[in-house]
T-cell receptor, first 114, second 113 residues
Framework: NAGVTQTPKFQVLKTGQSMTLQCAQD?????MSWYRQDPGMGLRLIHY???????DQGEVPNGYNVSRSTTEDFPLRLLSAAPSQTSVYFC?????????????FGNGTRLTVT | GESVGLHLPTLSVQEGDNSIINCAYS??????FIWYKQESGKGPQFIID?????DKRQGQRVTVLLNKTVKHLSLQIAATQPGDSAVYFC????????????FGKGTTLSVSS
Protein backbone atom coordinates (compact mmCIF):
# COMPACT_ATOMS: atom_id res chain seq x y z
CA ASN A 1 0.00 0.00 0.00
CA ALA A 2 1.95 3.00 -1.29
CA GLY A 3 -0.62 5.64 -0.22
CA VAL A 4 -0.48 8.84 -2.27
CA THR A 5 2.31 8.94 -4.85
CA GLN A 6 3.37 12.14 -6.59
CA THR A 7 5.70 12.45 -9.56
CA PRO A 8 8.03 14.08 -10.31
CA LYS A 9 9.57 15.12 -6.99
CA PHE A 10 11.37 18.08 -8.54
CA GLN A 11 10.78 20.03 -11.76
CA VAL A 12 12.19 23.17 -13.34
CA LEU A 13 10.20 24.88 -16.09
CA LYS A 14 10.67 27.95 -18.22
CA THR A 15 7.93 30.55 -18.40
CA GLY A 16 5.29 29.48 -20.89
CA GLN A 17 6.05 25.77 -20.78
CA SER A 18 3.37 23.27 -19.92
CA MET A 19 3.53 20.18 -17.79
CA THR A 20 1.45 17.71 -15.81
CA LEU A 21 1.99 16.83 -12.17
CA GLN A 22 0.96 13.27 -11.54
CA CYS A 23 -0.87 11.97 -8.49
CA ALA A 24 -2.01 8.43 -7.82
CA GLN A 25 -3.50 6.75 -4.75
CA ASP A 26 -4.05 3.05 -4.09
CA UNK A 27 -6.45 3.36 -1.15
CA UNK A 28 -9.64 3.46 -3.23
CA UNK A 29 -10.37 6.96 -1.93
CA UNK A 30 -13.18 8.86 -3.58
CA UNK A 31 -11.93 12.32 -2.67
CA MET A 32 -8.75 13.85 -4.04
CA SER A 33 -7.35 17.37 -4.06
CA TRP A 34 -4.38 19.53 -4.96
CA TYR A 35 -2.77 22.15 -2.72
CA ARG A 36 0.13 24.51 -3.16
CA GLN A 37 2.40 25.55 -0.32
CA ASP A 38 4.44 28.73 -0.40
CA PRO A 39 7.06 29.87 2.16
CA GLY A 40 5.46 31.09 5.38
CA MET A 41 2.01 30.19 4.13
CA GLY A 42 -0.34 27.38 4.82
CA LEU A 43 -1.61 25.10 2.11
CA ARG A 44 -3.99 26.64 -0.38
CA LEU A 45 -6.54 24.55 -2.21
CA ILE A 46 -6.27 24.58 -6.02
CA HIS A 47 -8.80 21.99 -7.22
CA TYR A 48 -10.54 19.00 -5.75
CA UNK A 49 -12.63 16.02 -6.85
CA UNK A 50 -15.35 14.12 -5.02
CA UNK A 51 -15.22 11.18 -7.40
CA UNK A 52 -14.36 10.04 -10.90
CA UNK A 53 -15.67 12.47 -13.51
CA UNK A 54 -16.30 15.28 -10.98
CA UNK A 55 -13.98 18.20 -10.25
CA ASP A 56 -14.39 21.58 -8.60
CA GLN A 57 -12.35 24.72 -8.00
CA GLY A 58 -10.68 25.61 -4.74
CA GLU A 59 -9.20 28.89 -3.49
CA VAL A 60 -6.55 29.43 -6.18
CA PRO A 61 -7.60 27.59 -9.39
CA ASN A 62 -6.37 30.07 -12.01
CA GLY A 63 -3.64 28.70 -14.25
CA TYR A 64 -4.36 25.07 -13.40
CA ASN A 65 -6.55 22.37 -14.92
CA VAL A 66 -7.52 18.99 -13.53
CA SER A 67 -9.40 15.90 -14.63
CA ARG A 68 -10.50 12.74 -12.84
CA SER A 69 -11.01 9.93 -15.33
CA THR A 70 -10.28 7.19 -12.78
CA THR A 71 -10.62 6.86 -9.02
CA GLU A 72 -6.86 6.35 -8.65
CA ASP A 73 -5.45 9.28 -10.62
CA PHE A 74 -5.83 13.06 -10.32
CA PRO A 75 -3.31 14.90 -12.53
CA LEU A 76 -2.73 18.65 -12.28
CA ARG A 77 -1.92 20.51 -15.51
CA LEU A 78 -0.11 23.80 -15.90
CA LEU A 79 -0.91 25.00 -19.41
CA SER A 80 1.49 27.96 -19.49
CA ALA A 81 3.78 28.10 -16.47
CA ALA A 82 4.46 31.43 -14.78
CA PRO A 83 7.05 32.35 -12.09
CA SER A 84 4.15 32.89 -9.66
CA GLN A 85 3.51 29.16 -9.88
CA THR A 86 6.85 28.35 -8.29
CA SER A 87 5.76 26.38 -5.24
CA VAL A 88 5.54 23.00 -3.60
CA TYR A 89 2.48 21.09 -4.76
CA PHE A 90 0.76 18.48 -2.63
CA CYS A 91 -1.83 15.96 -3.69
CA UNK A 92 -4.12 14.47 -1.05
CA UNK A 93 -6.93 11.94 -0.83
CA UNK A 94 -9.54 10.83 1.68
CA UNK A 95 -12.09 8.07 1.99
CA UNK A 96 -15.09 10.29 2.55
CA UNK A 97 -16.38 13.44 4.13
CA UNK A 98 -16.64 14.51 7.73
CA UNK A 99 -15.49 12.69 10.81
CA UNK A 100 -12.86 9.98 10.44
CA UNK A 101 -12.00 11.04 6.90
CA UNK A 102 -8.77 12.98 7.19
CA UNK A 103 -6.65 13.75 4.17
CA UNK A 104 -3.65 11.60 3.29
CA PHE A 105 -0.92 13.62 1.59
CA GLY A 106 1.81 12.74 -0.85
CA ASN A 107 5.35 14.02 -0.32
CA GLY A 108 5.04 16.85 -2.79
CA THR A 109 6.40 18.10 -6.11
CA ARG A 110 8.80 21.03 -5.90
CA LEU A 111 8.29 23.20 -8.97
CA THR A 112 10.46 26.12 -10.04
CA VAL A 113 9.44 28.33 -12.95
CA THR A 114 12.19 30.59 -14.32
CA GLY B 1 -12.49 35.65 2.69
CA GLU B 2 -12.71 33.68 5.88
CA SER B 3 -9.63 31.80 6.90
CA VAL B 4 -7.97 29.80 9.60
CA GLY B 5 -4.98 31.32 11.31
CA LEU B 6 -2.51 30.58 14.07
CA HIS B 7 -1.55 32.85 16.91
CA LEU B 8 2.20 32.28 16.88
CA PRO B 9 4.50 31.34 14.00
CA THR B 10 7.07 29.68 16.28
CA LEU B 11 7.12 27.88 19.61
CA SER B 12 10.23 26.64 21.42
CA VAL B 13 9.99 24.17 24.31
CA GLN B 14 12.24 21.90 26.33
CA GLU B 15 12.02 18.14 25.98
CA GLY B 16 9.50 16.78 28.47
CA ASP B 17 7.46 19.98 28.64
CA ASN B 18 3.87 20.16 27.50
CA SER B 19 3.28 22.17 24.31
CA ILE B 20 0.19 24.12 23.39
CA ILE B 21 -0.33 25.29 19.82
CA ASN B 22 -3.23 27.65 19.18
CA CYS B 23 -5.41 28.35 16.19
CA ALA B 24 -8.21 30.85 15.59
CA TYR B 25 -10.82 30.33 12.93
CA SER B 26 -13.42 32.71 11.56
CA UNK B 27 -15.88 30.51 9.65
CA UNK B 28 -18.68 29.79 12.13
CA UNK B 29 -20.20 27.29 9.68
CA UNK B 30 -17.16 25.00 9.83
CA UNK B 31 -18.05 21.67 11.39
CA UNK B 32 -14.83 19.69 11.24
CA PHE B 33 -11.28 20.59 12.26
CA ILE B 34 -8.01 18.76 11.82
CA TRP B 35 -4.45 19.13 13.07
CA TYR B 36 -1.57 18.14 10.81
CA LYS B 37 2.16 17.77 11.42
CA GLN B 38 4.61 18.49 8.63
CA GLU B 39 8.25 17.46 8.82
CA SER B 40 10.84 18.97 6.52
CA GLY B 41 10.60 17.65 2.97
CA LYS B 42 7.42 15.68 3.61
CA GLY B 43 3.72 16.10 3.17
CA PRO B 44 1.44 16.93 6.11
CA GLN B 45 0.60 14.01 8.36
CA PHE B 46 -2.74 13.64 10.15
CA ILE B 47 -2.55 13.98 13.95
CA ILE B 48 -6.06 14.33 15.32
CA ASP B 49 -9.45 15.72 14.35
CA UNK B 50 -12.58 16.99 16.07
CA UNK B 51 -16.14 17.71 15.04
CA UNK B 52 -17.93 20.88 16.06
CA UNK B 53 -20.31 18.98 18.37
CA UNK B 54 -17.36 18.10 20.61
CA ASP B 55 -15.24 20.25 22.96
CA LYS B 56 -12.33 17.89 23.47
CA ARG B 57 -10.77 14.85 21.92
CA GLN B 58 -7.76 12.91 23.08
CA GLY B 59 -5.27 10.81 21.24
CA GLN B 60 -1.89 9.36 22.11
CA ARG B 61 -0.04 12.23 23.86
CA VAL B 62 -2.20 14.76 22.02
CA THR B 63 -5.41 16.55 22.93
CA VAL B 64 -7.45 18.91 20.77
CA LEU B 65 -9.71 21.48 22.40
CA LEU B 66 -12.42 23.36 20.57
CA ASN B 67 -14.03 26.54 21.89
CA LYS B 68 -16.80 27.50 19.51
CA THR B 69 -17.76 30.57 21.51
CA VAL B 70 -14.49 32.32 20.70
CA LYS B 71 -13.72 30.23 17.59
CA HIS B 72 -10.52 28.85 19.00
CA LEU B 73 -8.79 25.52 18.49
CA SER B 74 -5.75 24.24 20.33
CA LEU B 75 -3.44 21.25 20.14
CA GLN B 76 -1.80 20.07 23.34
CA ILE B 77 1.20 17.74 23.16
CA ALA B 78 2.16 16.05 26.40
CA ALA B 79 5.78 15.31 27.29
CA THR B 80 7.11 16.87 24.08
CA GLN B 81 9.93 14.96 22.40
CA PRO B 82 12.58 16.04 19.87
CA GLY B 83 10.68 14.00 17.26
CA ASP B 84 7.75 16.36 17.71
CA SER B 85 9.75 19.17 16.12
CA ALA B 86 7.84 20.11 12.96
CA VAL B 87 5.38 22.61 11.54
CA TYR B 88 1.83 22.17 12.82
CA PHE B 89 -1.20 23.25 10.81
CA CYS B 90 -4.82 23.48 11.78
CA UNK B 91 -7.44 23.11 9.07
CA UNK B 92 -11.19 23.53 8.85
CA UNK B 93 -13.71 21.88 6.60
CA UNK B 94 -15.63 24.52 4.68
CA UNK B 95 -17.83 22.41 2.45
CA UNK B 96 -19.46 19.01 2.33
CA UNK B 97 -16.47 17.50 0.52
CA UNK B 98 -13.92 16.16 2.95
CA UNK B 99 -11.01 17.31 0.82
CA UNK B 100 -12.08 20.96 0.74
CA UNK B 101 -10.01 21.99 3.76
CA UNK B 102 -8.73 25.48 4.52
CA PHE B 103 -5.37 25.54 6.29
CA GLY B 104 -3.81 28.04 8.65
CA LYS B 105 -0.28 29.34 8.14
CA GLY B 106 1.36 26.94 10.57
CA THR B 107 3.35 27.04 13.82
CA THR B 108 6.92 25.77 13.89
CA LEU B 109 7.55 23.76 17.04
CA SER B 110 11.19 23.40 18.12
CA VAL B 111 12.03 20.97 20.90
CA SER B 112 15.41 21.19 22.55
CA SER B 113 17.01 18.46 24.66
Amino acid sequence: NAGVTQTPKFQVLKTGQSMTLQCAQDMNHEYMSWYRQDPGMGLRLIHYSVGAGITDQGEVPNGYNVSRSTTEDFPLRLLSAAPSQTSVYFCASSHGTGHNSPLHFGNGTRLTVT
Amino acid sequence: GESVGLHLPTLSVQEGDNSIINCAYSNSASDYFIWYKQESGKGPQFIIDIRSNMDKRQGQRVTVLLNKTVKHLSLQIAATQPGDSAVYFCAENIRQAGTALIFGKGTTLSVSS
